[in-house]
Antibody, heavy 116, light 108 residues
Framework: EVQLVESGGGLVQPGGSLRLSCAASGFTFSSYEMNWVRQAPGKGLEWVSYISSSGSTIYYADSVKGRFTISRDNAKNSLYLQMNSLRAEDTAVYYC?????????WGQGTTVTVSS | DIQMTQSPSSLSASVGDRVTITCQASQDISNYLNWYQQKPGKAPKLLIYDASNLETGVPSRFSGSGSGTDFTFTISSLQPEDIATYYCQQYDNLPRITFGQGTRLEIK
């Protein structure tokens, strides 16, 4: 079964850090571009970051640039999002999703809450 | 950034009704548009890609059309399980994709 499973979310104080992980299974992870997409409570979907299949090309939304770092380990079939200098407005469910243009597989999401 | 404007933001319809949602792009995006369904507490699900192509396994009552700046998503006969929020998403400016604000669909 093709699957993505996120982990690493939680409650963190403003200015703190978290590292999200996304474990892939059931497909050749190293062949696929990947994205992180987030959804603030009661709000719509917001693209966060993109990484190419090899990891050589990376992009970020302006809202997280300089604070978040996307990476992947193809040997471990895993995608990561290192989040630093977290702000209240980063509170959201974070999804990893397969694909660049059309995201055809999504994880169940992991919740990040930034609050004191 | 390319802005995507969906309308309506919410709608209520009866089982069996034909439902239409529109999405307008702030610039020409050719057919680089997808539609997703998101049920409460769940991840989004890809329904339509490249504006009009049905994703494998998606019921044929769902369809999409349009090109350029104006796009339409249609459910030909609304079913109770179609209650969800629907999002359009452009990918003309890869990888900087953007989503519409969503349309919440309820049963009347």
């Amino acid at each position: 079964e093709v699957q993505l499973v996120e982990s690493g979310g939680g409650l963190v104080q403003p200015g703190g850090s978290l590292r999200l992980s996304c474990a892939a299974s059931g497909f050749t992870f190293s062949s696929y571009e990947m994205n992180w997409v987030r959804q603030a409570p009661g709000k719509g979907l917001e693209w966060v970051s993109y990484i190419s299949s090899s990891g050589s090309t990376i992009y970020y939304a302006d809202s997280v640039k300089g604070r978040f770092t996307i990476s992947r380990d193809n040997a471990k079939n895993s995608l990561y999002l290192q989040m630093n200098s977290l702000r209240a407005e980063d509170t959201a469910v974070y999804y990893c999703a397969r694909g660049a243009a059309s995201m055809d597989v999504w994880g169940q999401g992991t919740t990040v809450t930034v609050s004191s | 950034d390319i802005q995507m404007t969906q309308s309506p933001s919410s709608l209520s319809a009866s089982v069996g009704d034909r439902v239409t949602i529109t999405c307008q792009a702030s610039q020409d995006i050719s057919n680089y548009l997808n539609w997703y369904q998101q049920k409460p507490g769940k991840a989004p699900k890809l329904l339509i890609y490249d504006a009009s192509n049905l994703e494998t396994g998606v019921p044929s009552r769902f369809s999409g059309s349009g090109s350029g700046t104006d796009f339409t998503f249609t459910i030909s006969s609304l079913q109770p399980e179609d209650i969800a929020t629907y999002y359009c998403q452009q990918y003309d400016n890869l990888p900087r994709i953007t989503f519409g604000q969503g349309t919440r669909l309820e049963i009347k």
